[in-house]
């Protein structure tokens, strides 16, 4: 059966081929798209449910959630509450995205490290648990929440054990330095966190997320360690089980380098119940907060390749996908490298000898590269270049440089052997809206000024 043999590969070369053929990817006006394979969506969720029912106790808690940020797109964030995977969202824009997706209230988390007064009394309002990030904005909360009386939202704290960071630094949230929750080891930070604890009976959770792309995994588990014995001394510390649900933050790594999925939520799930199995005994509910796992791997970006040229001896591309779209892979190249898979005019897999080339994007500045010498079929004009493995943090994340439109983004589902169908997420951004976005609206504001 070829629907059930499929792989990822083999649907996005169908999906390829399919957008070009059905002109979501033209010559003229649409040169760009970003494809999200809905069945890999689907059962990276599964995935993840899975993996933690393997190792949790029956009945337990366990609310997985969506950081939105990864794929902040509404049909992206339904897709995932029909898998049954609630959000994680940190602005007005994430919750009213979420809102719109119709994620109720209760499978939805607030994290943030700047929430305003009116932020936090809204979450509280709709019933939206939160994690407050600081003891400032404790203060916030002891104003808004009745003291005795059980918040109307679940209330949590979010801490950082410190235990260093991974290979990327700007994703590294355990460092000692870290902006993010309170640094558990500096001096007296343990003992304001259990009195605090103490003072306030409507904080029933603790939160921690070490670190994104780039963690080790044996790091998160410790994570992980280091806030389920922080919640043991804290409820040992009040003499009840004060603190009910643990959240263990997001972070799992992606694999950029292949179409292997690799670490699985599997392999997390049981270095979780090897490295912490209290965790798994049933006394805590769960919260997790995955994206780029979730995402990455089901996400193409495809560009039409405009022109090829060289200079200095170097054969360059020049495609419409550069930093308005893959923004950390442009100016962080060694952090984010993404493959780039060569498609022909009509969106075949391009074959051929490899030739070391650039892969250039549109905009204009000379680092706008999103691949340097790599060896690659030699691209030509009108052909297309596919960014692999951008689900999580690419097309939801523009950079708008140039005026660059935000492109299109299209769901597709394989049917028969051969049939791709669409489905738009988001329209590609027109001119008028980049007008409007851009003080359309107030051509003569500075003249009258
Ligand atoms: C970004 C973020 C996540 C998700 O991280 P991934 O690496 O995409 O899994 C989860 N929790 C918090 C608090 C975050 O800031």
């Not at 005994?281 to 390749?305: C, H, I, M, P, Q």
């Not at 495609?319 to 780039?340: E, K, M, N, S």
């Not at 391009?350 to 010498?373: E, H, M, S, W, Y």
Request: net charge negative; proline share 7%; with cysteine.
């Amino acid at each position: 059966m070829h629907h059930s043999t499929s792989t990822t590969a083999s649907r996005r070369d169908l999906a390829v081929r399919a957008a070009v053929d059905q002109g979501l990817v033209t010559g003229d006006g649409q040169p760009i798209a970003g494809l999200l394979d809905v069945r890999a969506i689907r059962e990276a969720a599964a995935a993840l449910h899975n993996a933690f029912a393997e190792v949790s106790a029956p009945g337990q808690n366990v609310l997985h959630t969506f950081a939105v940020k990864a794929a902040s797109l509404v049909p992206v964030l339904r897709l995932l509450a029909d898998e049954g995977i609630g959000c994680e969202v940190a602005s007005p824009g994430e919750l009213a995205l979420a809102r719109a997706a119709g994620v109720p209230p209760e499978r939805t988390v607030l994290d943030s490290p700047a929430k305003t007064a009116g932020e936090l009394s809204e979450a509280v309002s709709l019933g939206i648990a939160l994690n407050a990030d600081n003891p400032q904005e404790i203060s916030r909360l002891d104003a808004l929440l009745t003291p005795g009386e059980p918040a109307p939202a679940p209330v949590g704290l979010r801490v950082n054990p410190q235990l260093g960071g991974g290979s990327i630094g700007a994703m590294s949230t355990a460092t000692a330095t870290s902006k993010f929750g309170v640094a558990l080891q500096d001096p007296g930070a343990r003992e304001w966190v259990v009195q605090t604890y103490r003072d306030r009976p409507w904080l029933t959770r603790l939160h921690s997320h070490v670190g994104s792309q780039g963690m080790p995994l044996e790091m998160m588990a410790e994570g992980a360690q280091a806030t389920y014995e922080l919640a043991e001394e804290i409820n040992e510390a009040v003499g009840r089980r004060q603190i009910d649900t643990l959240d263990l933050g997001g972070g799992l790594p992606v694999n950029f380098d292949s179409d292997e999925i690799t670490p699985t939520f599997a392999e997390y799930a049981q270095l979780l119940a090897r490295t912490v199995p209290g965790l798994f005994d049933g006394r805590y509910g769960l919260v997790t907060e995955f994206g780029r796992s979730l995402l990455a791997k089901a996400g193409t970006v495809l560009a039409r390749v405009e022109y090829a040229k060289a200079a200095g001896g170097r054969p360059i591309a020049v495609t419409h996908a550069g930093a308005q779209i893959a923004v950390r892979t442009v100016f962080t190249p060694d952090a984010w490298p993404l493959r780039v898979a060569p498609y022909d005019s009509e969106g075949r897999p391009k074959t051929g000898d490899p030739v070391a080339q650039d892969i250039a994007g549109p905009c204009c500045f000379a680092g706008d590269l999103v691949a340097r010498d790599r060896k690659l079929p030699r691209l030509d004009a009108g052909d297309h270049a596919a960014l692999l493995d951008t689900g999580a943090y690419y097309f939801s994340n523009p950079f708008g440089y140039n005026s660059l439109p935000r492109p299109g983004v299209y769901g597709f589902t394989v049917d028969g052997p051969e049939e791709v169908r669409f489905a738009t997420v988001r329209e590609p951004q027109s001119l008028e809206s980049i007008v409007a976005e851009s003080g359309g609206a107030h051509p003569d504001a500075l003249r009258e000024a």
